[in-house]
């Protein structure tokens, strides 16, 4: 089984504060996404990162796949209220079947006006 | 171009009764992938399905859980004699075909279907 923890399980900020949520597993992925879901609602994609070491950037989303594929972060600038819902990673193993995400429990931001 | 369609949205059915979700895949999708999230726990593969063929179903529990996507028709998710433990939310997701040049195992989710057990 893959695991993928996900850190902060919670977190409650201010609006323009900076953070940064973390994925972490002892397994590697061969990609690995990034969803944010919000209440009564599906995941939404928001990136996929491929190769070790990519960094990509969504606005003010910044998103890291580690060097060895076995973590990732996502850092928010000038967080906003907007950007309040469950974050959660998904990674995909080389191995097994197209499509079969191992997700983390994700982190809960919640950005107070 | 709509989303991924799933119904019921909400589900309320008691113990020993039969629970059916649907699941329309986005146009152009030909694969179709039902997930579960319990509360407090993370989304969990449960089966992936292509048109009459169920491709991998090794995340489905062995008794009561059964899954089809019909030649016509949307992707159905069937939990018979339901426990109160199958209170959850059931996420179907599609993809389009691989090797086509489009999908890049991005998966699109509909917005779930909620099951209460009594």
């Known amino acids: 089984t893959q695991l993928l923890e996900q850190s902060p399980q919670f977190l409650s900020i201010q609006e323009g504060e900076n953070l940064t949520v973390y994925c972490n597993s002892s397994?590697?992925?061969?990609?690995l996404q990034w969803y944010r879901q919000e209440p009564g609602e599906g995941p939404v994609l928001l990136v996929t990162v491929v190769t070790g070491g990519e960094v990509k950037k969504l606005k003010r989303l910044t998103f890291q796949f580690g060097d060895a594929r076995k973590d990732s972060s996502l850092h928010i600038t000038a967080a906003q209220p907007g950007d309040t819902g469950l974050y959660l990673c998904a990674g995909a193993d080389r191995g097994s079947t197209l499509g079969r995400l191992y997700f983390g429990r994700g982190t809960q931001l919640t950005v107070w006006p | 171009n709509a989303g991924v369609m799933q119904n019921p949205r909400h589900l309320v059915r008691r113990r020993g009764q039969e629970a059916r979700l649907r699941c329309s895949p986005m146009?152009?999708?030909?694969?179709v992938y039902w997930y579960r999230q319990l509360p407090e726990e993370g989304l969990k593969f449960m089966v992936y399905l292509q048109k009459e063929n169920i491709i991998d179903e090794s995340g489905m529990p062995k008794e009561r859980f059964s899954a089809e996507f019909p030649k016509e028709g949307p992707s159905i998710l069937r939990i018979q004699q339901v426990v109160r433990g199958d209170s959850a939310a059931y996420f179907c997701?599609?993809?389009?075909?691989f090797g086509t040049g489009v999908n890049t195992g991005e998966l699109f989710f509909g917005e779930g279907s909620r099951l209460t057990v009594l």
């Open positions: 997701a599609s993809s389009p075909p």
């Open positions: 146009k152009g999708h030909s694969h």
């Open positions: 397994s590697v992925f061969s990609s």
